[in-house]
């Protein structure tokens, strides 16, 4: 069974940092998928905040650019998502998400939340 678990969510002062990991497990080995993080706020779109490829290319959304850093770790089965200089609009439920485009395939983690407040 493929199962993505997220992590190293919380309660945030703006401006503080938060490091989020999505360890794979089961027979999912991450390096053969693109992986991305995506956030949902209340009331909002699912919208995607950064993704990372197989080969390690990476973007970013324009509202996080020089703040987040994704990254991969295959030896792991892990990725991170490194959040700096936090906002109150960074709060949101994030979700991991593995995918071959090619093959059709798109795996969710069950999310974890961040909040940024005073």
């Known amino acids: 069974q493929v199962q993505l678990v997220e992590s190293g969510g919380g309660l945030v002062q703006p401006g503080g940092s938060l490091r989020l990991s999505c360890a794979a497990s089961g027979t999912m080995f991450i390096s053969s998928y693109d992986m991305g993080w995506y956030r949902q706020a209340p009331g909002k779109q699912r919208e995607l905040v950064a993704a990372?490829?197989?080969?390690?290319?990476?973007n970013y959304a324009d509202s996080v650019k020089g703040r987040f850093t994704i990254s991969r770790d295959n030896a792991k089965n892990t990725v991170y998502l490194q959040m700096n200089s936090l906002k109150p609009e960074d709060t949101a439920v994030y979700h991991c998400?593995?995918?071959?485009?090619?093959?059709?395939?798109?795996?969710w983690g069950q999310g974890t939340q961040v909040t940024v407040s005073s």
């Open positions: 998400n593995a995918n071959i485009i090619s093959f059709n395939l798109n795996y």
């Open positions: 990372i490829t197989r080969g390690g290319s990476s």
